[in-house]
């Protein structure tokens, strides 16, 4: 079976998530940022690689046991793009608006309408999250090895998933 790249992105991204929250409910409190690709997953900061080994694992095993919550993380930097991207649309509604009618009722909505952007940001981001950025069909999906190396002092973890 072929896994198109974006697909890999996908499912990676989902088992970085949970992976995340495995590390989340560990006794002392990690600062840690990941980022997903094809490949797997880059894990940037302090943890050892046997403890993210067995989160990444433990991860894995929840999604596919039927935990599919764990795919989406409330701190991922998708929900940043969406709100970034709605932000823009907001701003740009108000700004064309404000420039045909000066001082009219459009350009006293710009509050109103930043609040409901932030409103929406979070179920809008949850949604783009579950249905584009991440998978759980994780029929296939293998932790094939962790490397591990120091970059100014940061330990930087590169976690290789394969889907066959
Ligand atoms: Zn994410």
New binding site residues.
């Given amino acids: 079976m072929t896994v198109s790249l974006f697909e890999r992105f996908r499912r990676n991204?989902a088992i970085?998530?949970a992976a995340m929250h495995q590390l989340g409910r560990l006794p002392q409190p990690l600062r840690l940022v990941a980022r997903?690709d094809w490949d797997g997953f880059i894990m940037y900061g302090h943890v050892d690689t046997e403890t993210l080994a067995r989160a990444t694992q433990a991860g894995l095993n929840a999604l596919r046991s039927g935990q599919p919550g764990l795919a989406v993380?409330p701190r991922?930097?998708?929900n940043m793009a969406v709100h970034m991207l709605l932000a823009g649309a907001a701003y740009g509604i108000v700004s064309s608006a404000s420039k045909r009618r000066r001082h009219g009722l459009l350009s006293m909505l710009t509050l109103p309408m930043i609040g409901a952007v932030a409103a929406l940001g979070q179920p809008l981001s949850r949604a783009a999250q579950v249905h584009l950025?991440t998978s759980v069909d994780l029929e296939g999906a293998r932790i094939v090895s962790i490397r591990r190396h120091m970059r100014n002092g940061m330990p930087i973890h590169r976690v290789y998933i394969s889907h066959e």
């Fill in positions: 991204h970085e998530h997903s993380h991922c930097g998708t950025f």
